[in-house]
């Protein structure tokens, strides 16, 4: 597995889509941060206001990295290699997850840092810290979500629809009245729980909704992977 997660790794870091859509969610988040800042009580929590709706961001990147190696064939040949199924789609998602941490979480990165010196607000890391593990497995349950969806809609037309159905069910989901229920179940809307700072519940208790996402959505993923046809 390791052999399928560095050449993963490597055919990521070399596509020319990976830094145009970290750059899109910067710039996208930037402009949102003119409309959240008056809403939080501090520069960090304004960072997190609209991260759930970036999820456009995510189908797109989806779309991207699965589609293609499925209409290519690229899986089949990793396969008549003598790999296994469950290790192929290990290395994709984890490949995938890593990758989708990185283009959601780097603005916000750039901007406590960039922001902070120009805006002249310092956060206190004690403020951040709490929120790190709540954070990582939100996104990271999000990841799994379009490894899932991948593997049961395959083909470009139908992965586009599929991710759009499911981000604007999300979206509804956020901003409808049962938003504050909706939100500590749903693993994106975690991020939204912390900058609105309702989070009323242990760090512990997120992370769990996190990590049954993740398991669900990975035993779905590779019960649809092994019973693909890749030819």
């Not at 008549?80 to 890593?98: E, I």
């Not at 902070?116 to 004690?126: M, S």
Request: charged share 15%; net charge positive; hydrophobic share 55%.
């Amino acid at each position: 597995m390791s052999k399928l997660l560095k050449a993963e790794i490597y055919k990521l870091l070399h596509s020319r889509y990976f830094p145009a859509l970290c750059l899109a969610q910067l710039l996208f988040s930037t402009m949102m941060l003119r409309d959240s800042l008056p809403k939080t009580s501090n520069l960090f929590y304004a960072t997190l206001w609209y991260l759930p709706f970036s999820y456009l961001i995510v189908v797109v990147f989806m779309v991207l990295y699965f589609a293609n190696d499925y209409e290519e064939r690229t899986l089949f040949l990793y396969i008549t290699a003598g790999n296994k199924r469950s290790s192929v789609l290990a290395a994709k998602a984890v490949c995938f997850v890593l990758a989708d941490l990185v283009i959601m979480l780097f603005p916000v990165v750039v901007q406590l840092t960039i922001g902070g010196w120009i805006l002249k607000e310092t956060v206190d890391p004690a403020v951040i810290r709490p929120y790190m593990g709540i954070l990582l497995m939100g996104q990271a349950a999000t990841g799994m979500m379009g490894v899932c969806l991948a593997q049961l809609y395959k083909k470009v037309g139908n992965l586009i629809t599929a991710g759009m159905i499911t981000f604007i069910a999300m979206v509804i989901a956020l901003n409808s009245k049962a938003a504050s229920v909706l939100s500590a179940v749903i693993p994106a809307g975690h991020a939204y729980r912390i900058a609105a700072e309702q989070i009323t519940e242990t760090p512990g208790y997120y992370m769990g909704i996190s990590a049954g996402w993740i398991v669900v959505m990975g035993i779905i993923a590779l019960i649809a992977f092994c019973r693909a046809d890749l030819k």
